[in-house]
């Protein structure tokens, strides 16, 4: 089981990026799949989440109206559509999933983790 994240890169404050997870091993489709992030010198904070029942998604309210997700099940990958971006949205962006599909996108834990990819909204 494994997870990638990509996409990260530097972009100027308002504009978009658009940050893929890629699974292997397993069918992402069937998982829910979160989204988290870690600014510089901060904790890891919740971006939000795409359900596996019926790909409801969950987003933090900073992210509000601004981020989404989507699935493409052809390529076992999840996105994470990031537009009006601001300096503060800077951080390291993390997939992961878990497999207690029961929890839907609250799970005790989140089990398996991408290895995070950097994105840097600067002017």
């Known amino acids: 089981v494994q997870l990638q994240a990509s996409g990260g890169g530097l972009v100027q404050p308002g504009d978009s990026l658009k940050l893929s997870c890629a699974a292997s091993?397993?069918?992402?489709?069937?998982?829910?799949v979160g989204w988290f992030r870690q600014a510089p010198g901060k904790g890891r904070e919740g971006v939000g989440c795409i359900s596996s029942s019926d790909d409801t998604s969950y987003v933090t309210d900073s992210v509000k109206g601004r981020f989404t997700f989507s699935r493409d099940n052809a390529k076992n990958t999840v996105y994470l559509q990031m537009n009006s971006l601001k300096p503060e949205d800077t951080a390291v962006y993390y997939c992961?999933?878990?497999?207690?599909?029961?929890?839907?996108?609250?799970?005790?834990?989140?089990?398996?983790w991408g290895q995070g990819t950097l994105v840097t909204v600067s002017s």
């Open positions: 091993g397993f069918s992402l489709r069937n998982y829910p």
């Open positions: 992961a999933t878990h497999r207690a599909t029961a929890y839907g996108c609250y799970p005790p834990r989140y089990e398996y």
